[in-house]
């Protein structure tokens, strides 16, 4: 395990845990054992804490600090690596990882550009290992059922769409002060939006209506803005919120388009905590999903919202005791950290080792999680740091056109005739 905040604590942890206890089965490959033997961390402090916290919920593991952690965890025996650092730090450690030829997990945004991902697919394919991403909203019952709609017919078409998640300043202020400088609440949180829309509609959002083929979609345009001064000064590189717009063109010259609201500096006693909604605007219908408004409100005193949140939201993970009085963690955002060890599982011991190749070419065609199909979602990172770093340098109002004339990812500035060229090969 490389990293071990926030991210790790809520759904990794509850993980190894669990299958310390229970192991990891499924009848393609029986009964698999997966314990966390060593963790990479910057001081070591929260690795020290979650040993002592975590008492025989956990076996033993070594913990490595400093600026040689990492390679010092891979030359441990691991056999596969969660990533979940902070976001600008993905790309490093995961190409160090499978280099040496481990599976690799990453927590989204995977990477910050195209060239970080062809680098990372490219070693992934050449060591022949499994290298995914987490995007742990396309798991959320709502989200699910959203697309059993879209792949079913029953939601035609989609035209628009609106997204938002704002999250409470202590996220900004104290949960992650340590790396937020220079960054903005879109890439860390936005993607999640990014690749909903783009797993969800892509596939079938184009189904003719008289043939059973499917005539794709594709990304076309990428814009933004935002604003700063609360969490950094309001002429500086850190952003309080983003406003960013995809869109995407059908082949029929129609077009789709997305805004995709995100901040880090909603009030802390905003009795959402995080506030989540969307809406997708179809040719025959409207689908509304809000995480606040689906669930329970609960305030007690002395406790909420601080310690317990006022509407929370057990579908991405809660501890419950349960009927048969075993108290266990679950949820979505722990349901695709064990189904990614499952799809390990199955590579590495799910029948006779000269079909490896087959069922690892299997579990890479599974576009919901693997790295080379992030490519859109990257694309919008990348266009989206760049738009913001044009802003910052006074330049606001950028648009990146997707696979142009002039090549795959194309900066275009307000009131200047020459392009600047992201990324060169068609996205």
Request: glycine letters at 8%; proline letters at 4%.
């Amino acid at each position: 395990m490389a990293g071990l905040g926030m991210i790790f604590d809520e759904t990794y942890r509850p993980f190894f845990e669990r299958v310390h206890r229970q192991g990891l089965y499924r009848r393609e490959f029986g009964l698999v054992e997966v314990p966390l033997t060593a963790v990479a961390s910057r001081t070591g402090a929260r690795a020290d804490k979650f040993r002592r916290e975590a008492g025989d919920r956990i076996g033993a593991f070594a913990s490595f600090s400093g600026g040689d952690a990492l390679p010092r965890l891979l030359g441990h025996g691991v056999d596969v690596v969660c990533v979940a650092t902070p976001d600008d730090r993905h790309f490093d450690a995961a190409l160090q990882a499978l280099d040496a030829g481990k599976h690799v997990l990453i927590e989204k945004p995977s990477v910050l550009t195209l060239q970080e991902l062809d680098r990372l697919c490219a070693s992934a394919k050449r060591q022949a290992v499994l290298a995914k991403v987490v995007y742990h909203k396309l798991a959320d019952p709502d989200h699910k059922k959203l697309r059993t709609h879209v792949a079913d017919g029953v939601l035609k078409h989609v035209n628009n769409g609106y997204c938002s998640l704002l999250e409470p300043k202590q996220i900004s202020s104290s949960q992650f002060a340590e790396w937020i400088s220079g960054r903005n609440p879109g890439t860390y949180v936005a993607l999640h939006y990014v690749k909903l829309i783009d797993f969800t509609f892509g596939e079938f959002a184009t189904r003719r209506a008289d043939a059973s083929t499917l005539a794709g979609w594709r990304l076309a345009r990428v814009s933004a803005t935002g604003q700063r001064g609360l969490v950094g000064p309001a002429d500086g590189r850190t952003w309080d919120s983003v406003q960013l717009q995809i869109t995407y063109a059908y082949p029929d010259g129609r077009e789709a388009a997305f805004d995709i609201h995100t901040s880090w500096v909603t009030p802390d006693n905003f009795p959402g905590y995080v506030e989540q909604e969307v809406q997708f605007r179809f040719d025959n219908g409207v689908w509304n999903a809000h995480q606040r408004k689906r669930g329970v409100e609960m305030t007690v005193e002395g406790h909420a919202p601080a310690e317990l949140k006022i509407t929370p939201n057990h579908h991405f993970n809660a501890m419950f005791l349960e009927p048969w009085g075993e108290r266990s963690q679950r949820g979505y955002g722990i349901e695709v950290i064990e189904r990614f060890f499952e799809e390990v599982a199955y590579v590495e011991f799910g029948g006779p080792g000269d079909q490896r190749a087959i069922r690892l070419e299997e579990m890479r065609a599974l576009d919901y999680n693997d790295l080379s199909a992030d490519r859109n979602t990257v694309a919008v990172a990348q266009a989206l740091e760049a738009i913001l770093s044009e802003h910052f340098q006074g330049r606001p109002g950028c648009v990146v056109d997707v696979n142009a004339v002039e090549g795959g990812l194309v900066l275009r500035q307000p009131g200047f005739k020459d392009a600047v060229v992201l990324y060169a090969a068609p996205v």
